[in-house]
């Protein structure tokens, strides 16, 4: 049947009937053949994407690297400053040289090691009690430092004991006390000793370091006073619970006073010289009131022996007019 009707169409006709059955092929075809291509170019763009990300990524942290390196092996990276604070007694350089922490040394191991740095520190020094290191990304490091040092001797059964700021009395005695520490005496009592440290330790170095001798010197009236000897000559009277407060200004008192004397700082503040005691301060005003007495009464004398001159001339006159 198919040989006949091919036989009965004319070329034309195969030909029309041939292209249009190549061209429903060709559509069944190519409906298949884009989807394929799409997957294959969506896992292409993904991978892409995904490789793209990762040279980004792997860049940054190169150039993370990079950086980290150059500030490692640059200046910036190490100590620049170190600033020591909080020390009165104990100087200055003689910490810095015992300081294992230097200037130039890396801020990151400085960082780790401040610990150590701070044990070190209060091995090679017995005259400070706390240490705290704190060092900072700019390189600056901070030594703060809590003292205690040795502020003088006790004399207790005439020897002498060394006293540390916090009032601890080392048991080793001598009968010589060696450097120059003032001496305290009359503090029997443990507890009036560290009051009167802890008020000490408040006045400026200078004014430390111009003591000699404190002596505690109580009266009826006052039970906690003190008897300052300082090295210039001059003395001191004051009260435990307020002398640290009014010792800052004995420098200028004292640069005002014309003579050595005795300052007076138990209530207010005012100074004398030597030998203006009070039993002379009474005598001279005793003396300066009799004879003021004294001119007074000359003075009045004199008043009443003109009166009675006048009255004399005056009965004279009155007489001879009368006769």
């Known amino acids: 049947m198919k040989k006949k009707k091919d036989e009965e169409l004319t070329p034309w006709a195969k030909y029309q009937r041939d292209h ?5 092929s060709s559509k069944g075809s190519s409906k298949k053949t884009p989807r394929s291509k799409r997957r294959a170019s969506v896992k292409s763009g993904v991978s892409f994407k995904v490789s793209k990300k990762k040279s ?7 150039v993370l690297m990079l950086l ?24 200055t ?3 810095s040289k015992n300081l294992t922490l230097k200037k130039g040394d890396s801020i990151f191991v400085s960082m780790f090691k401040k610990g150590s740095y701070e044990n070190q520190l209060l091995k090679k020094d017995s005259d400070l009690k706390n240490v705290t290191i704190d060092v900072s990304l700019a390189g600056r490091a901070n030594v703060q430092i809590s003292e205690n040092a040795i502020m003088g ?7 002498y004991y060394t006293v540390r700021q916090d009032g601890t009395v080392v048991k080793k005695d001598s009968k010589q006390p060696t450097g120059n520490y003032p001496i305290f005496r009359g503090f029997k009592n443990d507890g009036t000793l560290k009051k009167f440290l802890k008020e000490y330790a408040q006045m400026p170095n200078e004014v430390q370091n111009g003591v000699a001798e404190v002596t505690l010197s109580p009266t009826k009236n006052i039970k ?6 300082m090295n210039d000559g001059n ?8 002398f640290a407060k009014k010792m800052k200004y004995y420098p200028e008192i004292s640069a005002n006073m014309k003579k050595k004397g005795i300052i007076d700082l138990q209530v207010g503040a005012y100074s004398r010289p030597y030998g203006w005691t009070d039993e ?27 009166m009675s001159s006048s009255e004399t001339n005056s009965s004279t006159n009155d007489s001879d007019s009368v006769e």
């Open 56 to 62: 980004v990524v792997f860049g940054a942290v190169l």
């Open 20 to 24: 249009k059955n190549q061209g429903r």
């Open 93 to 95: 350089s003689e910490i």
């Open 235 to 242: 003395q001191v009277y004051a009260v435990i619970s307020s």
């Open 280 to 306: 002379y301060k009474e005598s001279r005003q005793s003396s300066e009131a009799e004879s003021s007495y004294a001119e007074q009464q000359k003075a009045a004398t004199k008043k009443s022996a003109n």
């Open 68 to 91: 980290i390196g150059v500030y490692f092996f640059s200046p910036i990276s190490q100590v620049r400053s170190i600033k020591i604070s909080g020390n009165k007694r104990t100087s």
């Open 153 to 159: 001797y006790v004399i207790r059964n005439k020897m």
């Open 224 to 229: 906690n006073r003190i008897h300052f000897f």
